[in-house]
């Protein structure tokens, strides 16, 4: 499919793929702030909506929450919410044990879904001597950088939904709608309004990404690791 790209003072930004309102089969499936420590034997709870082309929420779903290590495979129960003018989805899942889990929402709404970066369980956060980080730390867990957090933040958001970053090693069905975004570089500044503001950009051909409604604590962290320099080695 040919990309659709934006221009920035001569630079290349994003494709409007997210508008392809055309076709219909197809959402972004945006979850809420995910919890840095996921700890075994205790539920996680995630919420999330599912956005048809990112823009119109749905509801009457029937989405399913899985969690993956290796061979190993469990599922949760999920429902439906309605704060504060609010609809959407949450859901529960506890991990049987320690180890790197990778949680995907199905979103009932055709092949849909969110696939979250993997997490490393951990047995326990409680911090016995010194700060949490420490505590965290003897468990192979670091605070994210905010680049890292980032990262994270391009899956849990659904920028993979259109977006493909080789650093993000999630795919969608509708990834090859924009542009690969692994090696390009825009001003922080005009990166900020456009992730407040899509609409600052004029229409291409008619098409325009929607707006990602994103809060100013989860634009900084994506602008971090979109201008991150990449790494040589392999992750």
């Known amino acids: ?85 609010e609809k959407g989805y949450r859901g529960q899942i506890v991990f049987p044990d320690t180890g790197m889990w990778q949680v995907t929402i199905h979103s009932g709404f055709l092949e849909s879904k969110a696939v979250l970066i993997p997490w490393r369980v951990v047995d326990s956060v409680t911090p016995v001597r010194g700060t949490v980080e420490e505590h965290l730390a003897t468990r192979g867990i670091a605070r994210f950088s905010e680049a890292e957090r980032g990262r994270r933040l391009f899956a849990s958001q659904g920028c993979v939904t259109c977006h493909v970053h080789r650093d993000v090693e999630v795919k969608t069905q509708f990834s090859d709608f924009g542009v690969d975004l692994t090696d390009r570089r825009f001003p922080a500044d005009y990166l900020a309004r456009f992730l407040k503001d899509p609409s600052i950009k004029p229409p291409t051909d008619g098409k325009r990404m929607p707006d990602p409604t994103l809060r100013e604590k989860e634009i900084l962290p994506l602008i971090a690791f979109i201008n991150a320099e990449r790494r040589t080695s392999a992750r």
């Open 1 to 85: 499919m040919k990309k659709l790209v934006l221009v920035v003072t001569g630079t290349v930004l994003f494709a409007s793929a997210v508008a392809f309102t055309s076709f219909g089969g197809w959402a972004v499936v945006k979850v809420a702030k995910v919890p840095d420590a996921w700890i075994a034997g205790k539920p996680l709870q995630l919420s999330w909506q599912v956005r048809q082309h990112g823009v119109s929420p749905l509801d009457s779903l029937h989405p399913t929450l899985e969690a993956r290590s290796g061979a190993k495979l469990v599922r949760g129960t999920t429902w439906t919410f309605a704060e504060d003018g």
